[in-house]
């Protein structure tokens, strides 16, 4: 079983709808989550991170944690077709420091 | 803040010859990592620096790399000697501090292809 999993997509969702990127982890004692969106050719960049239980909400975007299912999302809302890229969920290992362990990514398609 | 900057942009050699990967972190941050992404695995942690010393190199894959911080505003990853398997994005990514939700910066990669 991979650390991080994820559906490698591609999720194809129309302009306007809520894409929903989702995450699984092995480690139980992981502590803190994030979302990172990476651009073909380009660096990832840190869109949101969550370490409580529940939904946090960030303009557009909410992250939602399950500890207990060890699960991980990212909602879109109002995708626009500027946000096609590939979604990256990390999870920081409960190894006393920052050790983030990357899923292979979801590629998400908005189109118009 | 000019970010974390990495050079060179592209690397392209042969098999069997030394590649030396470099990066400047942001300012100010004091932990680093070296990631490498490929298709297959995506990306992979080799080795963090806090306050310039080695933590955690577990992921790096063999004695043919290592990597360096002689000061808080410089690293390199050394690949010697290189093979086509180490074909790869490398990127670094600075932190500020070692918090675990201290989110990581990343650079723009070195994308390198050994033939």
């Known amino acids: 079983q991979k650390e991080v999993e994820q559906n490698s997509g591609p999720l194809s969702v129309p302009e306007g709808a809520i894409a929903s990127l989702n995450c699984t982890y092995s480690?139980?004692?992981?502590?803190?989550f994030f979302w990172y969106r990476q651009y073909s050719g380009k660096s990832p960049e840190l869109i949101m991170f969550?370490?409580?239980?529940g939904d946090k909400e960030d303009g557009r975007f909410t992250a939602q944690l399950n500890k207990a299912s060890q699960y991980v999302s990212l909602l879109i809302r109002d995708s626009q077709p500027s946000d096609s890229a590939t979604y990256l969920c990390?999870?920081?290992?409960?190894?006393?420091?920052?050790?983030?362990?990357f899923g292979t990514g979801t590629r998400l398609l908005v189109s118009p | 803040d000019a970010g974390v900057i990495q050079s060179p942009r592209h690397e392209v050699t042969e098999m069997g010859q030394e590649v030396t990967l470099r990066c400047k972190p942001i300012?100010?941050?004091?932990?680093l990592f070296w990631y490498r992404q490929t298709m297959m695995r995506g990306l992979e942690l080799l080795i963090y620096?806090?306050?310039?010393?080695?933590?955690?190199d577990s992921g790096m894959p063999e004695d043919r790399f290592s990597a360096k911080m002689p000061n808080a505003s410089f690293s390199t990853l050394k690949i010697q000697p290189s093979e086509p398997r180490d074909s790869a994005v490398y990127f670094c990514?600075?932190?500020?501090?070692?918090?675990?939700?201290?989110?990581?910066?990343f650079g723009n990669g070195t994308r390198l292809t050994v033939t």
């Open positions: 969550i370490y409580s239980n």
């Open positions: 300012s100010g941050h004091n932990s």
């Open positions: 990390a999870v920081n290992q409960n190894t006393g420091f920052q050790k983030l362990v």
């Open positions: 990514a600075s932190s500020r501090g070692s918090a675990l939700n201290s989110p990581l910066h």
């Open positions: 480690d139980r004692g992981s502590q803190s």
């Open positions: 620096f806090n306050n310039n010393v080695p933590i955690d």
